[in-house]
């Protein structure tokens, strides 16, 4: 990472620390590195000296994108090692089970996971996670996100027509699974199934 580039980082830190530390605890979400992950002591140095202490690290680069890197836990590994001990590290990368994420925990000493692609999937893997649970959620659990989803858009004032064909169809994708005989019901008539699951009259 360029030097002027560094100047930048902890310009950005330091003004959003001055700015709201008496009132939030800021975190930094960051990769080990843009072009490499020999970059990621200058970039935890600087972030400390801004008076951060929670971070959010994927283990990639950003020059890595999606490709999976050589032993990318023991890069989680070596910034555990040069924190501070009071310092709060979220590992985030590839984390799409409870397994994956327990692993990730134990083997890098992180405090607790950062869960990205594998959400959409799977809504309720944060749930498994923090419960240690890896059974599939059951139809009334899947329902109930939705009563939620449903609940939420009304709230906002964003349930029409576009929402309901759209973001409702897409979050029921998210919850069953694209064969489920329930997400076909859903799909043929999403209307008929927000008032199903709005009066609780779907099983």
């Known amino acids: 990472m360029r030097?002027?580039?560094i100047s930048q980082l902890f310009a950005v830190a330091d003004s959003v620390?001055?700015?709201v530390s008496d009132s939030a605890n800021i975190s930094v979400k960051i990769r080990v590195g843009f072009d490499s992950d020999d970059e990621l002591y200058n970039i935890t140095e600087t972030i400390l000296r801004a008076g951060i202490r929670t971070f959010i690290c994927h283990f990639r680069t950003v020059k890595e994108m999606y490709?999976?890197?050589n032993e990318p836990l023991k890069r989680l590994s070596e910034l555990r090692r040069i924190l501070p001990q009071n310092a709060i590290l979220i590992g985030n990368g590839d984390v799409s089970s409870v397994s994956d994420a327990f692993r990730?925990?134990?083997e890098t000493g992180c405090d607790g996971v950062a869960v990205g692609r594998a959400i959409l999937t799977d809504p309720f893997l944060l749930q498994k996670i923090a419960n240690n649970d890896?059974?599939?959620a059951s139809d009334e659990q899947r329902i109930a996100f939705l009563r939620a989803?449903?609940?939420s858009a009304r709230e906002l004032n964003c349930f029409t027509k576009?929402?309901?064909?759209k973001s409702f169809v897409g979050y029921a994708r998210m919850s069953f699974s694209f064969h489920s005989p329930i997400f076909k019901k859903?799909?043929?008539n999403p209307a008929l199934w927000v008032k199903k699951i709005e009066t609780g009259n779907v099983f």
Do not use: D, G
């Open 3 to 5: 030097k002027q580039n």
């Open 17 to 19: 620390v001055q700015a």
């Open 67 to 69: 490709n999976p890197p």
């Open 104 to 106: 990730l925990c134990n």
């Open 134 to 136: 890896s059974e599939p």
């Open 149 to 151: 989803i449903i609940e």
């Open 162 to 165: 576009k929402w309901l064909v």
């Open 186 to 188: 859903i799909v043929a």
